[in-house]
């Protein structure tokens, strides 16, 4: 059986992992890296908010189980849900994009993503982390 608060605890420092990570692969320039654990930190942060109340699936896009919780939260809160829930569904799909590329394009992750793309993954998963932040203040969750 999984205690609720050691796997809230767990997720969110791995998204925590996740979100350096993503910072340092930023700074020295590798833009797919970057995308990569930014994806891995917004589903781990989301992750950590279901862990209160579920065990969280193995979904790389965990926002219909987040969702799924949402009358479950306190009201001041659900709109940071909703839009935690969007960004994980946003990034989702950049899992596989960031490992493996587009395959039947021939492009590589390399190839795919620029600077740009980085910051918009990057900014996302620093959204996450705040967002859950919050709601774990708002809960009285020490992470």
Known sequence: MIDPINEVRYRYRLANEN???AEKYCSIGDWAVC???SQLAVEN???AVIAIYQVPTWSR???NQLMGLINQLPSEV???IIELARLSREL???HSRSAYGEPNSGLTPGMIYDNASALRA???ARRAKE???NVFNTLNVTP
Request: aromatic letters at 8%; charged letters at 25%; a neutral charge.
């Open 19 to 21: 979100l350096e990570r």
């Open 78 to 80: 659900r709109n940071l």
């Open 92 to 94: 989702a799909a950049e």
């Open 61 to 63: 896009d965990p926002s």
């Open 45 to 47: 942060f989301a992750r």
């Open 35 to 37: 995308v990569h654990y």
């Open 122 to 124: 990057l900014s996302m």
């Open 131 to 133: 967002i859950v932040n």
